[in-house]
């Protein structure tokens, strides 16, 4: 059993920044990726990052690439997510969730298994 719990979510402006942990715990494998995604009211959760727990490959949607940044501290289990030049629409709740693995790295498809509660991210114009 793996425990996901997601922080650092707020009310910004447009322009602002944002820094999201992703806590993780519990049986943890070997290797593992995490990914970071987000769903806004009405719209479908998509998946916009992901980080690979040995080699620290990561991947970005087009959408955030450039303003997002995935990191992780393995000593920690902790996965951030920084993001910057908020804009009106990343507005969502994110959440963090183990996702597959591919022989070149992360993808953003979670495995479904596990999920955190999310954190809300709220931009202003």
């Known amino acids: 059993q793996v425990r996901l719990v997601e922080s650092g979510g707020g009310l910004v402006q447009t322009g602002g920044s944002l820094r999201l942990s992703c806590a993780v715990s519990g049986s943890i494998p070997d290797v593992y990726g995490i990914g970071w995604f987000r769903q806004a009211p009405g719209t479908e959760r998509e998946g916009v990052a992901c980080i690979e727990s040995a080699d620290e490959t990561t991947l970005y949607i087009d959408s955030v690439r450039g303003r997002f940044t995935i990191s992780r501290d393995n000593s920690k289990n902790m996965v951030y997510l920084q993001i910057n030049s908020l804009k009106p629409e990343d507005s969502a709740i994110y959440y963090c969730?183990?996702?597959?693995?591919?022989?070149?790295?992360?993808?953003?498809?979670?495995?479904?298994?596990?999920w955190g509660q999310g954190t809300q991210v709220a931009v202003s114009t």
């Open positions: 969730s183990i996702v597959f693995l591919l022989a070149g790295g992360c993808t953003v498809v979670s495995t479904g298994d596990y």
